[in-house]
């Protein structure tokens, strides 16, 4: 069965600090993986998204930015963190199924930026 | 723009049912979705509808009208787990979800 994992579950840091978000998936090959935040009582806003190693796709300009060095491996990042971006951030795959529909999601970084 | 609207907050008691609503207008329709998500934790998938009509899965079940861009989820029996943000989302024509800031449901005894 496949499994999606992220690290830290939840962080603190001041403004103007570097941030690492890490999402891992296993049990898949060659999934799409997403970034999502999500601010308290909004909905989910995707950051980025990958169809592969190397390749990634903005949605939002802002002080972040995503990699993917490899097949099952997303990473978060940002050189200098903004208070606006505090908030709960979520990984996502998706199989590249035909059949598949949904977007599974991993268990959340809640980042606090004081 | 794309838009989803969902009610902010609904009240319902246990064993009773409740409807939640959710009107879109996207940039086309490749599907739409709701998901379940606890307090603190990530979104879980609930039910995909594409086609008109009712779909049904044990307790819940979501309606789609294309024509009218509109669903909902039906919540019967309800049980005091059920208490949770429902979020609505639909699939554009980039194939790139679109998501409403959700329900958030609350069951009274």
């Known amino acids: 069965s496949q499994t999606i994992h992220q690290w830290p579950a939840t962080l603190v840091q001041p403004v103007g600090s570097p941030l690492s978000l890490e999402c891992t998936v296993e049990?898949?090959?060659?999934?799409?993986l997403y970034w999502y935040r999500q601010a308290a009582g909004r909905g989910l806003q995707l950051l980025f998204y990958?169809?592969?190693?190397?390749?990634i796709s903005s949605e939002v300009p802002q002080n972040l930015s995503a990699s993917r060095p490899q097949d099952r491996q997303f990473i978060l990042s940002s050189k200098k963190l903004l208070l606006s971006d505090s908030g709960f951030y979520l990984c996502?795959?998706?199989?590249?199924?035909?059949?598949?529909?949904?977007?599974?999601f991993g268990p959340g970084t809640r980042l606090t930026v004081t | 723009g794309q838009n989803i609207d969902q009610p902010t907050e609904m009240t319902a008691t246990e064993g009773a049912i409740v409807q939640i609503n959710c009107t879109y207008q996207?940039?086309?329709?490749?599907?739409l979705f709701w998901y379940q998500q606890h307090a603190g934790e990530a979104p879980t998938f609930l039910s995909y509808?594409?086609l008109d009509g009712l779909e049904e899965k044990g307790r819940f079940s979501s309606f789609l009208s294309r024509s009218k861009g509109y669903s909902y989820l039906l919540l019967k029996e309800l049980q005091m787990k059920d208490s949770a943000s429902y979020l609505c989302?639909?699939?554009?024509?980039?194939?790139?979800?679109?998501w409403g800031a959700g329900t958030k449901l609350i069951i009274k005894p």
């Open positions: 049990g898949t090959s060659n999934p799409n």
């Open positions: 996207t940039s086309g329709f490749n599907g």
């Open positions: 990958s169809v592969g190693i190397g390749q």
């Open positions: 996502a795959w998706r199989s590249l199924d035909m059949e598949a529909r949904e977007q599974y």
């Open positions: 989302a639909v699939k554009d024509s980039n194939y790139q979800l679109i």
């Open positions: 509808n594409v």
